[in-house]
């Protein structure tokens, strides 16, 4: 997820608003892709299966291009701390909370990134303090959370609430892994090698609890239309989507990349609607 701790000088020009929209189709239809794999496969093991199979291909594209990930054990640190806020802990925490509640509604709460960053970005960093609009439009969204959960859910935790708070919670690890990860810009990191790297790192971290957690061997052999999920959501959502992101961030800036989690609720909720057959309620809009 991009971050809101760099600055942009210029506005995006027709191209750039391009791959934006595709980004948000990309992104929003891991959604879509989550609904669909939680069926007959676990949480850990979606996860994995999404950041190891986007591993092996932005790895390919590494070797391709005749590009080798760095060897230095600080700059992997940085990659396994980058995996774990920006992958790891994010992707599982939205699939399992895809297990209780609709994909747009998942969405949704993901554009609560944007919020989260702002604050966390005050906090931890010395050029991106809190102004008086900055304030607003936190305020003006925390509520605007809230009502779309409904205050009720807050009396009364249930499944439901507890996959909502997942949701937030995953959101808000996309905002530490936001300023997380202007550090690799002060390594001297390539975006390609920090996407690569990042994702080897998740698929490294994730495989030993998957394999101890659920034993995917164990499980039935998933359906061929769960398999095109999990390829969806390695294939496009993750590896493609990731090439796209960093070749935008280098060009429109990580501000700017910041309206693709207000675009993702949209090709979320058409797709939840039109193809899962997902009921929209007034509160998703």
């Keep these: 997820m991009p971050s809101a701790t760099s ?54 594209v590494l070797a391709l291009f005749k590009l080798r990930l760095p060897a230095s054990p600080r700059i992997w640190a940085a990659f396994f701390g980058m995996g774990l806020l920006n992958n790891a802990v994010p992707f599982t925490l939205f699939v399992w909370g895809q297990t209780h509640i609709a994909s747009g509604l998942a ?33 003006v969204g925390l509520v605007g959370v809230i009502v779309m959960i409904g205050p009720p859910a807050l009396q009364s935790l249930g499944d439901e609430t507890l996959a909502e708070l997942a949701c937030l919670c995953a959101a808000l690890s996309y905002a530490f892994a936001g300023v997380f990860g202007r550090q690799f810009k002060r ?6 090698l920090t996407a690569t790297g990042q994702v080897t790192a998740s698929a490294m971290m994730l495989a030993p609890i998957a394999f101890a957690a659920e034993r995917p061997w164990t499980l039935p052999v998933p359906s061929l239309v769960v398999l095109g999920a999990v390829l969806g959501l390695a294939v496009i959502s993750t590896a493609l989507g990731y090439l796209i992101y960093f070749r935008l961030l280098e060009t429109a800036g990580a ?31």
């Design 107 to 139: 969405s949704i709460l993901n554009a609560t990134t944007p919020l989260f960053t702002v604050l966390v970005a005050h906090v931890f960093t010395e050029d991106e303090k809190l102004s008086g609009n900055r304030i607003l439009g936190v305020l």
């Design 187 to 192: 390594l001297g990191v390539a975006p390609l």
């Design 7 to 60: 600055p942009v000088n210029r506005s995006m020009h027709a191209r750039e608003w391009a791959m934006l929209i595709t980004l948000s189709v990309l992104w929003g239809g891991s959604f879509f892709f989550n609904a669909i794999a939680v069926k007959e496969l676990l949480p850990f093991t979606i996860v994995f299966l999404r950041v190891g199979v986007a591993a092996l291909i932005l790895n390919a």
């Design 255 to 285: 501000t700017n990349l910041l309206l693709v989690t207000f675009l993702l609720p949209v090709s979320s909720l058409l797709l939840g609607t039109l193809i899962l057959r997902e009921k929209i309620v007034a509160d998703e809009l």
